[in-house]
């Protein structure tokens, strides 16, 4: 082969005709193209809201019409589901007769209280790491493991040491969410940038001024996020201390109900346990995006 | 007639510990920088300048030598110099002006002063208007105004700027070198300026000191004896090239020696 040659050779290849046999050159020709699929952009059409809203309230009157056309006919057992119309009669004298009110207060009470010891002391935790590597390497596993702990399994221990008061339910709200916003809270903390601590050194500033003026607002969008998740965890802490020791409550008094086949009970209190939760949900929320507005991040 | 030294480094070297040896980061560096003046530093990433400025601010503890602010030894301690790093770390919750109060703050002088203080310097260096804005609102440029301004609103002689226009576009970044420069004339700051660009440092400074790497040390200290106010086109004059070229001969020779080495 000559040099020539070796030159033509790399032409072709650089032209990028392949396969092509000596003499013959390949076109590229659109006989040779596959056959192009064209569609339209699929495009979805929102519904207005009205719509929305009218579609979910007729699901929920079909679900009730049909419970109640059911257990009438006998096609469900009337004793073990209960129907709509006997829950009703029973909400009624839930309120009237029954003492509903001291129930709503003492769960609301109990997730209230849990809920602002356990965010507000495991953020502090959580922050504190940021002080001292070595005591943050030193509690990094009593952390973890408290968090992959099944603390409900602890409560009947709880009970025991708080009693059956108002205390126990509060501890159990309490250790659910204290973890959530520790972890979450050093998160924040790790996530601080190294040159904005740079910066405020730079500035001269103490230990104590980069605590204050840059780990606490820059960490407080991470606390705000939890607020949420902690709001459901605290109910769910108080719901199950009522479960296994308690005189008040809608958790006692659904596992009353329960207990003495009073199931249209069952429903009235978890249908009213479920408004309860919305509503301190729906607060929370609205907490939330006012902080965030106040934090302006 | 000599301004007095304001700065000096005396042999300041660092040298870490790693698992293969000792790395020397910097060798022995010497430099004396007289009060008022504009001096760069260029070299290839690598070459130790921002081991350097983080030693000169005290925020890292030289392994030798001492560096010397006002003839008074001010090795590892913090708050002497102004220092910008390369991003402009604004922090997002404060908005313009109470970000560029923060050293004053820190410093401990009263909100109300230091706002007082600063709030004609940010509408006479370009900032008007944007004074209670918070810095997301702000462009790149703005941002970096306004993290010098913090920079000088600290009050230190001299003040360390780390690549402080490094990710403008082009056309920003010229203005603000000029920006910089009419900041520089009102306050008489001793400026140590590091970037990248030679041109920017030549068209800047008093001096460009060329660094190179393994270990990291100036090779070259260049004066620039042109005189100031500088109009853009200086960069065209055969007294600017020549620097220049100087300079790019002392980064190419460190970068080749440097391929050397590794082949």
């Known amino acids: ?297 | 007639m000599l301004q007095p030294v304001k700065l000096r480094l005396e042999d300041v070297s660092m040298t870490f510990k790693t698992p293969r040896g000792v790395f020397e980061a910097l060798a022995p560096v010497t430099l004396a920088i007289r009060q008022g003046r504009f001096v760069s530093l260029i070299g290839p990433s690598g070459c130790g300048k921002s081991t350097l400025f983080n030693v000169i601010a005290g925020l890292l503890e030289p392994s030798g030598g001492r560096v010397v602010i006002d003839s008074v030894d001010a090795t590892g301690t913090i708050g002497r110099v102004g220092y910008m790093l390369q991003k402009d770390l604004l922090l997002p919750w404060r908005t313009v002006l109470d970000n560029v109060i923060l050293g004053m703050e820190i410093q401990g002088v009263p909100l109300q002063a230091a706002r007082d203080r600063a709030l004609p310097l940010l509408r006479r260096y370009g900032l008007a208007g944007f004074e209670h804005l918070y810095p997301s609102a702000l462009s790149g440029g703005m941002r970096q105004r306004a993290a010098l301004l913090r920079t000088l609103m600290f009050d230190t002689d001299v003040i360390l700027l780390d690549e402080p226009f490094g990710a403008l576009d082009a056309q920003t970044k010229l203005q603000m070198q000029e920006w910089l420069l009419q900041l520089w004339s009102d306050f008489g700051k001793t400026v140590v300026f590091v970037t990248h660009d030679v041109e920017e440092a030549i068209y800047l400074s008093d001096e460009v000191n060329v660094m190179a790497t393994r270990p990291g040390r100036i090779v070259e200290s260049i004066p620039v004896p042109i005189a100031r106010p500088r109009p853009r086109s200086v960069t065209l004059t055969p007294e600017f090239i020549a620097i220049k070229e100087r300079c790019l001969q002392l980064l190419t020779a460190a970068h080749d020696s440097h391929v050397d080495e590794a082949a």
């Open chain 1, 1 to 297: 082969m000559t040099i020539q040659d070796t030159i033509k050779g790399t032409i072709r290849a650089a032209s990028g005709i392949a396969g092509a046999s000596d003499g013959a050159r390949a076109e590229p020709t659109l006989t040779l193209r596959p056959a192009r699929k064209i569609r339209r952009l699929p495009v979805q059409k929102d519904w207005p809201l009205w719509a929305l809203i009218a579609t979910q309230i007729g699901i929920l009157v079909i679900i009730i019409a049909l419970w109640q056309v059911a257990a009438d006919r006998g096609w469900i057992d009337g004793f073990f589901w209960s129907k709509p119309s006997a829950i009703w009669q029973t909400l009624i004298t839930f309120f009237t007769d029954g003492d509903a009110f001291t129930d709503i207060g003492f769960t609301f009470r109990s997730t209230i209280i849990g809920f602002l010891i356990g965010t507000s002391v495991g953020s502090m935790l959580g922050l504190s790491f940021w002080w001292s590597r070595n005591y943050a390497a030193i509690a990094q596993p009593f952390v973890i493991c408290f968090e992959s702990l099944p603390k409900l399994a602890l409560a009947p221990l709880v009970i025991l040491v708080f009693g059956m008061g108002l205390a126990s339910k509060v501890a159990i709200a309490t250790a659910l969410t204290l973890v959530v916003s520790t972890l979450t809270a050093y998160a924040g903390v790790k996530a601080v940038d190294p040159d904005q601590e740079r910066l405020f050194y730079s500035l001269g500033a103490s230990r104590l001024q980069v605590f204050r003026k840059l780990i606490v607002p820059f960490c407080l969008p991470w606390i705000i996020s939890v607020l949420r998740v902690n709001i459901g965890l605290a109910l769910t802490g108080a719901i199950v201390g009522e479960f296994i020791a308690s005189q008040h409550g809608l958790g006692r008094q659904i596992l009353y109900a329960g207990q003495t086949y009073d199931i249209a009970l069952v429903w009235v209190a978890v249908l009213v346990l479920s408004t309860l939760a919305v509503v301190m949900y729906v607060t929370v929320s609205w907490i939330e995006s006012a902080l965030r507005k106040g934090v302006r991040q």
